[in-house]
């Protein structure tokens, strides 16, 4: 089974920036589609960013739209995110996820692999 490790979460007060990290462990990323889900305290996953196994098709909720950026860099086998002009409302554990395919989604369901994840908590 494919492992995906999340580094970068932490605190952060509102305005701040922070960029997550993805690398799927012992594979190669350029061979999936990624996306980046967040389930904040008391409510449901839902989905944040995908891009497409290229880098050429990106997507974003609504929320994060301007503020939030997903990329990929097949040479170092990592995917990022990166978050400017956090809110309070931003705070949520942040998760990777992979799919053995070319376009990007925003369907959970669609995803094969998931991460850990990693804390994100802005403060007012």
């Known amino acids: 089974q494919v492992q995906l490790v999340e580094s970068g979460g932490g605190l952060v007060q509102a305005g701040g920036s922070l960029r997550l990290s993805c690398s799927p462990s012992g594979r190669t990323l350029s061979t999936y589609a990624m996306g980046w889900f967040r389930q904040a305290p008391g409510k449901e996953r839902e989905f944040v960013a995908a891009i497409s196994r290229s880098g050429g098709e990106t997507y974003y909720t609504d929320s994060v739209k301007g503020r939030f950026t997903i990329s990929r860099d097949n040479a170092k086998n990592t995917v990022y995110l990166q978050m400017n002009s956090l809110k309070p409302e931003d705070t949520a554990v942040y998760y990777c996820?992979?799919?053995?395919?070319?376009?990007?989604?925003?369907?959970?369901?669609?995803?094969?692999?998931w991460g850990k994840g990693t804390l994100v908590t802005v403060s007012s």
């Open positions: 996820a992979a799919r053995s395919a070319v376009i990007a989604t925003m369907n959970e369901r669609l995803y094969d692999y």
